[in-house]
Antibody, heavy 120, light 108 residues
Framework: EVQLVESGGGLVQPDRSLRLSCAAS????????MHWVRQAPGKGLEWVSG????????IYADSVKGRFSVSRDNAKNFLYLQMNSLRAEDTAFYYC?????????????WGQGTTVIVSS | SYVLTQSPSVSVAPGKTARITCGGN??????VHWYQQRPGQAPVVVIY???DRPSGIPERFSGSNSGNMATLTISRVEAGDEADYYC???????????FGGGTKMTVL
């Protein structure tokens, strides 16, 4: 069964850092690009970041560029999101999602998500 | 930046057909993916590459894409179809995934 399990969310003060992890199983991890997508309370989906199968292309939404960093460990089947200089507007449910391609196209599997709350 | 426009809400009676639209400049030249998100759940893809349906998704779900509009059509609507629906494309010119604002479908 294809599965994505996020972890690392929690309550964090503004300007602090947090690292999200996503454990992948049930598919050949290094055959696919991966993404982070977030959803603020009561709002729609917002794409955050994507990384191709070999980390050759890494892209970010303007709202997080320079503050967030995505990476992957294909040996361990893990995706990460390092979030620095967190702001109140980063408060959201964060989903890890698998692309259906090596590069960027569309998302075919989503994790259940992890909550990030940025508040003093 | 590329913008996808969805109507905020649509209401449909059980057994009827729902059409959820996603507008974008020359969206017909892009591949559109549709996601269903039921309350409290993670999104699930219901249509990919404009009109392909993943295994496990009922044939009642179909998609089309042409010109400046993509459409998700749900035939013989059931109560369990009540959810938020999002369209998504890959914007190659700006190297980012783009989501529409979402349409909340209510089954009357």
């Amino acid at each position: 069964e294809v599965q994505l399990v996020e972890s690392g969310g929690g309550l964090v003060q503004p300007d602090r850092s947090l690292r999200l992890s996503c454990a992948a199983s049930g598919f050949t991890f290094d055959d696919y690009a991966m993404h982070w997508v977030r959803q603020a309370p009561g709002k729609g989906l917002e794409w955050v970041s994507g990384i191709t199968w070999n980390s050759g292309d890494i892209i970010y939404a303007d709202s997080v560029k320079g503050r967030f960093s995505v990476s992957r460990d294909n040996a361990k089947n893990f995706l990460y999101l390092q979030m620095n200089s967190l702001r109140a507007e980063d408060t959201a449910f964060y989903y890890c999602a698998k692309d259906r391609e090596l590069v960027f196209a569309g998302l075919d599997v989503w994790g259940q998500g992890t909550t990030v709350i940025v508040s003093s | 930046s590329y913008v996808l426009t969805q109507s905020p809400s649509v209401s449909v009676a059980p057994g009827k057909t729902a059409r959820i639209t996603c507008g974008g400049n020359n969206i017909g030249s892009k591949s559109v993916h549709w996601y269903q998100q039921r309350p409290g759940q993670a999104p699930v893809v219901v249509i990919y590459y404009d009109s392909d349906r993943p295994s496990g998704i009922p044939e009642r779900f179909s998609g089309s894409n042409s010109g400046n509009m993509a459409t998700l059509t749900i035939s013989r609507v059931e109560a369990g179809d009540e959810a938020d629906y999002y369209c998504q494309v890959w914007d190659s010119s700006r190297a980012r995934l783009v989501f529409g604002g979402g349409t909340k479908m209510t089954v009357l």
